[in-house]
Each structure stands twice: as C-alpha cells, then as structure tokens.
C-alpha cells in the first residue's frame, strides 16, 4: 500500500508537470461550473440579502429562518431536488438539461444563493446605525443609502461570495446525482477523484485533489487577508 501511495504521488506529479489533458479539462470545466453558479448566485442573492437588511417588514423572521436553514442545506438533497425538476417526468424535463453542466450549475446555484444573501444581510445589518442616520441625513435616496451600506461592508460581503464558491466547487453528492459524472463532458473535480479512486488510478486522483487543495488554500488566503485588512 506504501508503495502505491508513493507511486501515485509521482504519477500525480508527472501528470500535472505534463499537463495531462484530462486532468486540466476537468478543472477547467469545475472552475467555469463553479465560477459561473457563485456569479449568477451574486447576480440574486446580493438583493435579496441587501433588501432583508436594509427593511423591517411582516414575515422577516420566518424568512430569516428560512434562509438560515437553506445556508446548511443537505447538497445531496438538493441534487435529488434539481434531477425531479429536471428528469424526463418532470416539469422541466423537455429542455434536456439533466446530466449537462447546466444541470450541475443549477444544483450549486441552488446552494449558492442562501449563503451569499445569509452573509450579505448578516454584514449590512452589523454597520453602525449612525452611519446609516448619517448618509440619510445627507439626503441619500434608499437605492444610494444600499449602495453606500455596500461598499462599507464589502469585504464581508466578498468573504461570503468566496465561501459560496469554495462551498460549490468541493461539492459532491449535488453534481453526481445531476451531471452524471460522464467523462469529458460533466466530471469535475469531486467526482472524478471519488471514480478515479474507485478505479485505482491513484495518480490522477491525487493530482485533482492536490489542485482541488490549491483552490482551497488560494480561497483561504483571500479569506484572512480579508479579515486581517477589516480589522
């Protein structure tokens, strides 16, 4: 086994050295997937998160819940979620979208959202009351008090979007379930490492987990110079 282990850290090496043109598709296509459902994530949950922390209206608390809830959502349930929607049988099944990458866009769009408009609700909600007093004093429209709000708490809210992206791109139980794992088309990072693992194919396996680990670590940094920097 000890020697296996071995082998395959020098097979990983090599395939990442030599650009292996699968090993390089997949994380291709796992940061375009994961990259484009944390965008459009952006795109809706920045909204409702600023709106949720900006008014006080009938029903917050339940929504609030709600939302917490979603935030540690069970991705597997949510991939059993996407592929009813979107199996032949099901209301969206006409469109052919299951076992696509927009399938697997949609199931981490899904998880996305709730994280980036928990995080940007939790980051405008802390700004000190008297900076909202003031800019309204100033005679700033709401729209220009959001904006203002915003920008105050920016990095909060870019740390939220980071774990939302870091969150999708290590999913598993999601993607496998409405992307099918079907090579060169629809296997990323996660599930390639749990077939190649399957299969033996060590070499490959740990070549994706050690970049899957590099993304992590970049995700991380960006994350505590963040923190460092809003204190």
Known sequence: MKNEIIQGIIQAIMLIIM?????WFTVILSIGVSGTATFIASMIGLPIGSLMGLRDFWGKKSITNLLNTFMGF???????????????????????????PT??????????IPIIAGTTKAAIESVDP???????????????????????SKRSIIAGILVAFGQAISEVGAVMIVGGNIRWHTRVF???????????????????GF?????????????TYLQSKED
């Not at 650009?19 to 090993?23: A, K, L, T, V």
């Not at 970049?211 to 994350?223: H, P, Q, R």
């Open 19 to 23: 650009f292996d043109r699968e090993i």
């Open 211 to 223: 970049i899957l680990i590099s993304v992590a670590f970049i995700l991380n940094y960006t994350l």
């Open 130 to 152: 008297a900076l909202r007093e003031t800019i309204l004093s100033l005679g700033a429209t709401e729209i220009e008090l959001w904006w203002e709000l915003i920008k105050d």
């Open 190 to 208: 996660t599930t390639s490492i749990v077939y190649q693992t399957q299969m033996g194919e060590f070499g490959m396996a740990i070549a994706l």
């Open 74 to 100: 069970p991705p597997v349930i949510m991939g059993l979620f996407v592929f009813l929607l979107l199996s032949k049988n099901g209301p969206l099944g006409s469109l052919g979208l299951l076992y696509t």
């Open 103 to 112: 399938a697997m866009i949609i199931a981490q769009l899904l998880l996305a």
